[in-house]
T-cell receptor, first 114, second 111 residues
């Protein structure tokens, strides 16, 4: 069964460094998402992406964050200058329909900022 | 603004009990609702998806119901087992291109 994959599973970085989290969505999906979950807190929406542009973003998704679909198969989340509070589990999701469809979630990347 | 609440926050039951987890949401104009399981430090495992036109979905020992008009969903787990111990998350999709998650119910099933 097709699934969303994410790499790496765990990333450790120093504060101020740039990180890129990678996701490979399910191949026929057109809608892509990033969520994050700070330890002990809710899963929160970051950004949705369709047709090579951002559909919606939350207030968390500030200028330090960017998303890209560089090659038609990968979907990346870049954090330009990481802060301690960026430490979280980041989940990628993909779906076939923006308005009413199901989203399929990847296993997550745990980001630790030291 | 859609808000999702899950009650109870934590639950501890002896093995074999049937139990009910509750999820409530403030805006009834939803497209679907999904229940997930999350083991400590791990990802999200989708358990059941209920479309807005459906009243319930079943998978094995799990049954999820949806009452859109009252803004409620329940996840029923029959004959609970220690392996069911995890956090259960409810997420609501309102067509604003994102899921809104509840804070979850931490379930512990005692052997």
């Amino acid at each position: 069964e097709p699934e969303v994959t994410q790499t790496p599973s765990h990333q450790v970085t120093q504060m101020g460094q740039e990180v890129i989290l990678r996701c490979v969505p399910i191949s026929n999906h057109l809608y892509f998402y990033w969520y994050r979950q700070i330890l002990g807190q809710k899963v929160e929406f970051l950004v949705s992406f369709y047709n090579n542009e951002i559909s919606e973003k939350s207030e968390i998704f500030d200028d330090q964050f960017s998303v890209e679909r560089p090659d038609g198969s990968n979907f990346t989340l870049k954090i330009r200058s990481t802060k301690l509070e960026d430490s979280a589990m980041y989940f990628c999701a993909s779906g076939t329909s923006g308005r009413s469809g199901e989203q399929f979630f990847g296993p997550g990347t745990r980001l630790t900022v030291l | 603004k859609q808000e999702v609440t899950q009650i109870p926050a934590a639950l501890s039951v002896p093995e074999g009990e049937n139990l009910v987890l509750n999820c409530s949401f403030t805006d009834s104009a939803i497209y679907n609702l999904q229940w997930f399981r999350q083991d400590p430090g791990k990802g999200l495992t989708s358990l059941l998806l209920i479309q807005s036109s459906q009243r319930e979905q079943t998978s094995g020992r799990l049954n999820a119901s949806l009452d859109k008009s009252s803004g409620r969903s329940t996840l029923y787990i029959a004959a609970s087992q220690p392996g069911d111990s995890a956090t259960y998350l409810c997420a609501v999709y309102s067509g604003t291109y994102k899921y809104i998650f509840g804070t979850g119910t931490r379930l512990k099933v005692l052997a």
